[in-house]
């Protein structure tokens, strides 16, 4: 079993999530890939999800009494518009294998499936769970099915890390303000009450508390939370003053952060404003959350993947944050202790995209020591 050579096989079938581009083909034909070839390795095999939206899970169920062990890859991918050349080729050229998905996170799910299946034939004590999921590019649905469906005692997402330890990164929340004014005609501005103008005091009220934010000790992995408004819209034509306007916030946040602590700080901000400016009014809401993450040094998973990082390599594995969001947030808010640890090479949502093929044999190996140690 060659992990490049199933990274490009798997590269090879197009898996462009339709969420995020209409008519994208989606994680079918993926799947059942995937299902057939650990049938066919001696896992069991699970389906979940939508038809349409497929979830495989590959389990290879040790004799009992150790650990489990969780391993975590998306399918999916994101657009090909504008790619470089043939992003399904999957060519291998200069020691780097190219295409769609080669970095983010196709080597990586080869890797695990390499791993798991090298390291079930050594008679293990403890389970090993292969979860390739669909629509982390977009929803995570997938990592939501296999978390309602299957736990364990650690858990590894093989995202690409440039073979670093990721330990930490970043979430982020998602809000909507809604401001309501009173339109007029605007060549009588007095009778209105300009939406417009009020959002241009939350542009400044947001800046104000950006900054306020990289006044607080910043994270030794992650640095600073961050706010920012998004996108802003409103007012209806030339001629009349604006009844409305609509901000999207996005904010990236850090462990310790909650859905609830970030909306009430976005809360009082607007409250601050609508306490000293007539007729400012508003409304905040929620569109999506998700959590930090943070790893412990140690917990038994990120010392078994060090451990197998060193002797693989011959040095300690550096350790980083991150400043985007991954599914190890959801699988540590299920109780999982977890980490990340990817493929180096680059290109991830850009128009050429590749993978070392050194370090998608050495993630392998890394993975292979690591199932080994921690589910005997």
């Known amino acids: 079993m060659d992990p490049v050579e199933l990274t490009q096989a798997l590269i ?3 898996s462009v999530n339709p969420d995020l581009i209409p008519g994208g083909a989606g994680e079918s034909e993926i799947a059942e890939w995937c299902a057939q070839w650990f049938a066919a390795q001696g896992f069991e095999v699970h389906r979940l999800g939508r038809a349409d939206r497929p979830t495989v899970v590959g389990v290879a169920r040790g004799t009992g009494g ?11 991918t994101v657009g090909v518009a504008g790619y470089d050349g043939d992003p ?52 995570s649905l997938g990592t939501e099915d296999a978390l309602a469906a299957f736990t364990a005692d650690g858990a590894i997402v093989t995202e690409p890390s440039e073979m670093n330890l990721v330990l930490a990164h970043r979430g ?16 009588m501005p007095e009778q209105g009450v300009d939406a417009i103008v009020h959002a241009g005091l939350v542009l400044r009220a947001i800046e104000e508390l950006q900054a306020t934010f990289h006044g607080r000790p910043a994270h030794p992995l992650l640095g600073h939370s961050s706010v920012r408004v998004a996108t802003i819209s409103g007012g209806s034509d030339a001629a009349t003053v604006a009844g409305s306007c609509t901000l999207t916030i996005e904010s990236r ?37 998700r959590n930090a993450f943070e790893a412990d040094p140690e917990w038994p998973i990120v010392q078994a993947v060090a451990s197998s990082g060193e002797r693989v390599t011959g040095s300690p594995l550096p350790t980083r944050g991150e400043p985007f969001w991954t599914d190890a947030g959801l699988i540590h808010d299920s109780g999982i202790p977890c980490l990340l640890i990817g493929v180096d090479g680059g290109g991830a ?21 690591t199932i080994r140690s921690f589910c005997t």
């Open 88 to 139: 399904f080729a999957a060519t291998v050229k200069d020691t780097k294998v190219f295409g769609r998905g080669a970095f983010d996170m196709k080597a990586g799910v080869a890797a695990i499936m390499v791993a798991a299946a090298r390291a079930k034939a050594a008679n293990l004590s403890g389970d090993v769970i292969v979860t390739l999921v669909a629509d982390e590019e977009f929803g």
């Open 66 to 76: 150790g650990r489990s062990l969780m391993l975590n890859g998306h399918v999916d």
């Open 172 to 187: 982020f929340a998602w809000f909507t303000i809604d401001l309501t004014g009173v339109a007029a005609h605007g060549s």
């Open 349 to 369: 949502h850009a128009d050429t995209e590749w993978a070392t093929t050194k370090s998608i044999e050495q993630l392998t190996d890394i993975l292979e020591g």
């Open 253 to 289: 946040t850090l462990p310790g952060d909650t859905p609830d602590s970030v909306e009430d700080e976005l809360r009082a901000v607007l409250d601050t404003i609508a306490a000293t400016t007539p007729n400012f009014r508003y409304d905040l809401r929620r569109l999506i959350a």
């Open 12 to 14: 090879r079938i197009d």
